[in-house]
């Protein structure tokens, strides 16, 4: 059995986003960035419900690169769920993907590399200690380019003889 270094724990860690501050970043509530699906996984809930954990990273700002994790979860709950499915709306899974009954890893799959705005939020943890995350997320409407004006036709005026 390989054992690891307690640096080589660290770095590992670290290349899952997460600090020595115990849980890693955090963004400012109301704070609103462009972010992207960095990693995610899926696991079921202690009730049986897929769940899904995103990593999320900033694309721009001050805070650009920092990431912070996020979960998508179901439950028996259906105002829950319809937050969970805008998530997953928001993240590119939209109803024409959900409607095929994709697997839970085709899910965490799709949802890799997805752009997104978020604005963070937190709400009470009823069973005491740290908020939980309640970001929310929205489409990312990327702007059309833009393109200088077409120079204008020659007429033929401007052709010397």
Request: with cysteine; net charge negative.
């Amino acid at each position: 059995m390989t054992t690891m270094g307690l640096k080589d724990l660290y770095a590992a860690a670290e290349k899952e986003g997460i600090s020595s501050e115990g849980g890693g970043w955090k963004p400012t509530s109301g704070q609103v960035f462009l972010a992207e699906v960095a990693r995610s996984n899926n696991k079921k809930t202690k009730n049986g419900f897929d769940a899904f954990g995103v990593q999320i990273t900033v694309m721009d700002g001050e805070d650009r690169g920092k990431s912070f994790w996020d979960n998508i979860s179901f439950s028996a709950n259906a105002f829950g769920n319809g937050k969970a499915f805008g998530v997953l709306e928001a993240l590119g899974c939209d109803k024409t993907f959900i409607d095929a009954d994709p697997s839970a890893d085709a899910i965490a799959a799709k949802l890799v590399g997805a752009q997104a705005t978020v604005t963070a939020g937190y709400r009470d943890n009823k069973g005491g200690g740290d908020p939980w995350n309640d970001h929310t997320y929205a489409p990312f409407a990327k702007e059309p380019e833009k393109f200088a004006a077409p120079a204008p036709a020659a007429t033929g005026a401007e052709i010397d003889l």
